[in-house]
């Protein structure tokens, strides 16, 4: 395994408006070490056709395609089991959206490569930011991480954030079967097992924008799953179900 390969997972579904402007936009960015993988969930767009076809013009992109859509946290864990089964050091997620800036993965890999486990790009520490967003929109996604962070008693401001770079190490120990989450809760889940195993997660300053094209994937629905889970998982650390020897987090 080289130590500095690494995979970017990019869950779709309905994305042909962004996807190849977002393959243009990550080519540059991966050099001779690293690959796209799009996680398509046979989306009726022809999204699927698009991958395939960029996957044939450029060497590092991949795709899996997926029978149906089966929701974004299942399209991760399987985006995590094909790095893990391929031999990349690093796995970044990112929406495909140009919600997360194809420009700030570098600055990922590169605190991952200074020493964190988990590199969370975040909205709500010092120097990062969300346009485009409305005040009621702000004070949910603001409440929904305090929420979380209180009771979890978790160091991270930014527990909701979806933008991560994880070192194949967090995701060997992590029981990916054991995570049930979509969503924002998803997001929250995969944070905190990493954090309760003892892992160094750093939050890393990102500007977040809403999509330019095509239409949201967020419904009440899944605002209502975090909700409902965060509780839940405190109560499966408490019992040992989620096992750990800590937490350390910071920023960078």
């Not at 995590?80 to 570098?106: E, G, K, N, T």
């Not at 409440?143 to 160091?155: D, E, F, K, N, S």
């Not at 194949?168 to 989450?181: F, I, K, S």
């Amino acid at each position: 395994m080289a130590g500095d390969r690494f995979l970017i997972c990019l869950p779709t579904y309905n994305e042909r408006e962004n996807l190849e402007r977002m393959a243009d936009a990550l080519v540059p960015v991966l050099g001779s070490v690293g690959d796209v993988l799009v996680i398509d969930d046979a989306s009726p767009d022809g999204t699927g056709a698009i991958a395939d076809r960029l996957a044939a013009e450029h060497p590092n992109v991949r795709v899996l395609h997926r029978p149906g859509k089966q929701g974004l946290g299942r399209a991760y864990l399987d985006g995590f089991r094909y790095a893990l089964a391929h031999d990349y050091a690093r796995i970044v997620q990112m929406d495909c959206d140009f919600s997360h800036d194809p420009a700030a993965v570098p600055a990922l890999l590169a605190a991952v490569d200074r020493g964190a486990d988990l590199a969370l790009g975040s909205r709500y520490v010092r120097g990062g930011r969300v346009s485009d967003w409305g005040l009621g929109r702000r004070l949910i996604s603001r409440a929904g991480c305090l929420y979380a962070r209180v009771i979890l008693t978790a160091p991270v401001h930014d527990l909701t954030g979806g933008f991560k770079c994880f070192r194949r190490e967090v995701l060997e120990a992590l029981d990916l079967d054991a995570v049930a989450a979509q969503g924002y809760s998803f997001q929250i889940e995969t944070t905190y097992r990493a954090l309760a195993q003892g892992f160094r997660v750093v939050e890393v300053p990102i500007t977040f924008c809403e999509r330019e094209r095509g239409s949201s994937k967020m419904s009440s629905a899944i605002v209502l799953e975090a909700v409902r889970s965060v509780p839940s998982l405190r109560l499966a650390r408490v019992r040992g179900r989620i096992k750990g020897k800590g937490t350390r987090a910071g920023t960078v």
